[in-house]
């Protein structure tokens, strides 16, 4: 049997209110606690806590939500968090469900996707209300909060995951995968069992599910043991979003609540780090509220997305990869399709990443070495660029060590996907360095004399001029030049 509480608000300090009429100490029995924010509120800080009390012997806590959308003028999101200090990276993370749903369930023996199974201990949890729009006159929320006690079954458990490697070509190979996929553990419609599916039948090998601040989609079985399926989840934050591939276990999330502008975001990168997962920051020039990156760019990350499937490649995303590159950071450049739906093509962008063996471990290290072609579409092989000089040949993440006026020869097949018929372009040290046609039998092949250390890139171009492929560099390092990559 369920029974109605309200949110219990023993902590008023931890609650802004406008002044509406004072709430109630404990919300009347099967009516909601109305609340009201305004867009001051919004700005002075972000995420709003509503503290409930949940009973010991509780199984099952349910949060219902319902405010004015205005027309998109308001957009509230919903997350939970248990008993504990609220400091960032401590708090109890029990699940995020964003704007998706106006109702959610935590259970001992089950959960609304976004949000873990599991025992509910006993205390204050929190609410937490993420005021993504408030529009000018302010916003009323109706909050309803439901406890039960009733017998609960057991707590299911993450789902198996087939033994790694699923494929050992014997060498370095290229694999084609999807780094950003989303489903409806956040804002997509597709379990991640559909995703899987669909993700096979498109080409790709291996893909990261990452959806907004949660990782439960790991309670689902993906079925195929053919695909590899990396836990990530898109920390999303009030100022850019970035992505963390790599986060296996039990709530295993990187708390998302950093506000621009705060030093903060380096512990962010340091808790994807100290999991042995890889962070990187997603399209970050993208017009809408909170989507462009505007942190600061810590050491520790490890890539950039410079190819986001619905915008393709972003031509400022390109320049700011650049510019990283030249102050001689070595951050990988990758695409994806950042899928929601079906209606969308999976693998578009996405990546081809050079590595020992198909596994989580071997992939994530071979995106950190910048072994990775960003490309178009899942299926078309990467291209063989060879880069040379001297007795020495070099792969895309490589490192070609040469001395001061040696020759760098760079090759490029004659024939590549989409890019057949249209043209390849040497990109140097971030600046164009020259283009040739990719229309006869033979490759393309360029010649450069290396002065400084630096590195060097390949574009290929559709005869349209459209971007097909754009790999990572090979970077120079010349015997007693100053600049040093690192
Ligand atoms: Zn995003
Ligand atoms: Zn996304």
Known sequence: MSRLLGALLAAAAAVSFAPSPAPPEKAPEGRPLRLHYTPAQRDAGRYQYVPVSVPAGCTRLEVGYRYDKADGGNAIDLGLFEPGPLDLGRAGFRGWSGGSREHVVVAVDEATPGYWPGPLPAGEWQVVLGLYKVAPPGVDVDLTVGTSSAAAGPTPGLAPRPAEPLQQRGTLSWYSGDLHVHTLHSDGTET??????????????????????????????????????????????????????????????????????????????????????LF????????????????????????????????????RAIALWDRLLREGRRIT??????????????????????????????????????????????????????VRAGGATAGIGDTLRLSAGQTVEVEVPAVVGGAAGG??????????????????????????????SG???????????????????????VSGTARKIR
Do not use: K
Not at 253 to 262: A, K, N, S, Y
């Open 192 to 277: 991640a069992a559909e995703v899987a599916r669909a993700a096979r039948a498109a080409g790709l090998e291996f893909i990261a599910i990452t959806d907004h601040n949660n990782t439960t989609h790991q309670l689902e079985r993906t079925e195929d043991p053919e695909l590899l399926v990396i836990a990530g989840e898109e920390v999303t934050t009030p100022g850019g979003h970035a992505n963390v591939w790599g986060l296996s276990g039990w709530r295993s999330e990187i708390d998302f609540r950093v506000l621009p502008g705060r030093e903060r975001i380096d512990s962010l990168v340091e808790a994807a780090a100290s999991r042995g997962a």
């Open 280 to 315: 990187s920051i997603n399209h970050p020039f993208l017009e809408c509220d909170g989507c462009s990156w505007e942190h600061a760019i810590p050491p520790g990350v490890a890539a950039l997305e410079v190819w986001n499937g619905p915008l393709g490649p972003q031509t």
């Open 333 to 386: 450049g990758v695409g994806s399709s950042d899928w929601h739906r079906p209606r969308a093509p999976l693998g578009r962008g996405s990546v081809r990443v050079r590595a020992s063996e198909l596994s989580r471990a071997a992939i994530l290290r071979a995106i950190r070495e910048g072994r990775v072609v960003v490309m178009g579409d899942a299926r078309t092989p990467a291209p063989g660029i060879t």
């Open 423 to 452: 043209r390849a372009e040497l990109v140097w040290n971030g600046e164009p360095a020259g283009e040739a046609p990719l229309s006869t039998g033979a490759p393309a092949r360029f010649r450069r004399a290396a002065t400084a």
């Open 455 to 477: 590195y060097l890139r390949v574009e290929l171009r559709a005869p349209d001029g459209g971007l097909v492929v754009l790999t990572n560099p090979v970077y120079l390092e």
